[in-house]
């Protein structure tokens, strides 16, 4: 450790940076002034964080890697279908670029919120379980 803070693999610190993204992800698709995309940016990358944190577990670097179903550890089963992770996959590009089409709408939004909780909440559950989390 480094003067008390998390080192930046550690699974924990990524476990809490999803749940952070997970709440401006809420956050985001509760206010009418912003466009849906930043809701679902938000949720893809705590869906990400989470899953890298799996990773973390049993290697020493997070990769770098947006594709969803390259992370999904085989002890999630089939938590979330594979249209789901596609679909936050794709977000990673809608969500952020211009020129990125079709932009994502408020159903997307709503999508990559509920798939975002699910994994989320199945990862703090398997952390919690093995007694991971502090």
């Known amino acids: ?9 550690d699974p924990e610190r990524w476990l809490g940076y999803a749940e952070e993204d997970l709440r401006a992800a809420r956050m985001f698709h509760e206010r009418v002034d912003f466009s849906p995309r930043h809701a679902c940016w938000y949720a893809q990358q705590s869906a990400e964080k989470a899953l ?4 973390l577990e049993d290697r020493p670097l997070a990769p770098k890697t947006h594709i969803m179903a390259d992370l999904w550890p085989p002890t999630a089963g089939s938590i979330v279908s594979t ?21 994502p709408t408020e159903a997307d939004a709503r999508r990559a919120i509920d798939v975002a909780g699910t994994i989320y909440d199945f990862v703090a559950a398997e952390f919690e379980r093995r007694g991971a989390i502090n």
């Open 52 to 55: 890298k944190a799996v990773v």
């Open 1 to 9: 450790m480094n003067g008390g803070e998390p080192e930046p693999q």
């Open 83 to 103: 249209a789901d992770l596609a679909h936050l996959t794709r977000l990673v590009e809608t969500a952020r670029y211009p020129d990125a089409v079709p932009a």
